[in-house]
């Protein structure tokens, strides 16, 4: 398993713009499959955005699309998500995490490894 390290986070006013990165160890990080969820106080764990592990697909859940956006540097084991016109409802604590295949998934229990999250918190 990798271990991942959640960066980035803080408050921001509505309208503006965070960059959260995501650090993975290991030499197996191209292996990996990434993604970004989020979690609200008293909610479940919402899908975010996902990348394949070798950066060609994404897929995005409908509350970001084209607000959002996912990269990943494999030489670096590092992944981004920019996140432009935010909004108060994108308040949540932000979790990376890690599944060993091709492609990502937008169910939490599919990936293996995650971070201890990053709190991004958008005020109005």
């Known amino acids: 398993q990798v271990q991942l390290v959640e960066s980035g986070g803080g408050l921001v006013q509505a309208g503006g713009s965070l960059r959260l990165s995501c650090a993975a160890s290991?030499?197996?990080?191209?292996?990996?499959?990434m993604a970004w969820f989020r979690q609200a106080p008293g909610k479940e764990r919402e899908f975010v955005t996902a990348?394949?592990?070798?950066?060609?697909?994404?897929h995005y859940g409908d509350s970001v699309k084209g607000r959002f956006t996912i990269s990943r540097d494999s030489a670096k084991n590092m992944v981004y998500l920019q996140m432009n016109s935010l909004k108060p409802a994108d308040t949540a604590v932000y979790y990376c995490?890690?599944?060993?295949?091709?492609?990502?998934?937008?169910?939490?229990?599919?990936?293996?490894?995650w971070g201890q999250g990053t709190q991004v918190t958008v005020s109005s």
């Open positions: 995490g890690a599944r060993q295949t091709l492609l990502g998934s937008s169910l939490p229990t599919n990936f293996d490894s």
């Open positions: 290991g030499r197996t990080f191209s292996t990996y499959a």
């Open positions: 990348i394949s592990r070798n950066g060609a697909v994404t």
